[in-house]
């Protein structure tokens, strides 16, 4: 299968592309690299001898998003979101930022998915969206409160999907 994992250059994301590989899948790589770097995409190569297609592209950017999509030999058939920014703190400092990046990017992909017929998406939420919980761990069936705009984009997002 051909995957397109954005946020990919990330922590989360660069671990779940080596085990994309592992498993035999092709996958590229969307990630504007604002708080990833190339170096943990080299670390997965090395690892598995296998080459990853990094495309340096923001979501937002839409013409070169569907670029990535439709220049690999194979067909892009599911996407894994991990691209947005993720800080809590900084989300309060600079929520229009959250909303744009986050919120905007997303619909930007949905709609690349869209015209490219790409119908399977996993989405990587994030437990803020339940606020402070009152006990933990935390259930899916919780009521959703977020507490910052970076817990509201995720949810925002949750919604839209």
């Known amino acids: 299968m ?17 085990e994309l590989l592992e498993q ?4 590229t790589v969307v990630d504007n690299l604002c708080n990833s770097t190339r170096e943990s995409l080299r670390r997965v190569e090395a690892l598995t001898g296998k080459t990853i297609v ?3 592209v923001d979501l937002r950017d839409r013409d070169k998003l569907r670029s990535a999509f ?8 599911a996407v894994i979101h991990f691209a947005g920014l993720k800080a809590v703190g900084e989300s309060v400092e600079k929520p229009l930022l959250y909303y744009q990046n986050n919120i905007v990017g997303t619909l930007s992909l949905c709609e690349v998915m869209v ?17 402070d919980p009152e006990t933990v761990p935390i259930t899916e069936d ?3 409160s977020c507490t910052n705009p970076y817990g509201r984009t995720k949810l925002m997002i949750e919604d839209i999907l």
Not at 2 to 18: D, K
Not at 115 to 131: D, M, P, Q, R, W
Request: hydrophobic share 35%; aromatic share 8%.
């Open 142 to 144: 919780f009521p959703l």
């Open 70 to 77: 439709l220049k690999n030999r194979r067909p892009v058939e």
């Open 115 to 131: 015209e490219c017929g790409v119908k399977n998406l996993i989405f990587s939420s994030s437990a803020t969206v339940y606020g």
């Open 24 to 27: 035999g899948h092709e996958i």
């Open 2 to 18: 051909h995957i397109l994992v954005t946020g990919g250059a990330g922590y989360i994301g660069s671990h779940t592309c080596l």
């Open 54 to 56: 990094l495309e340096a």
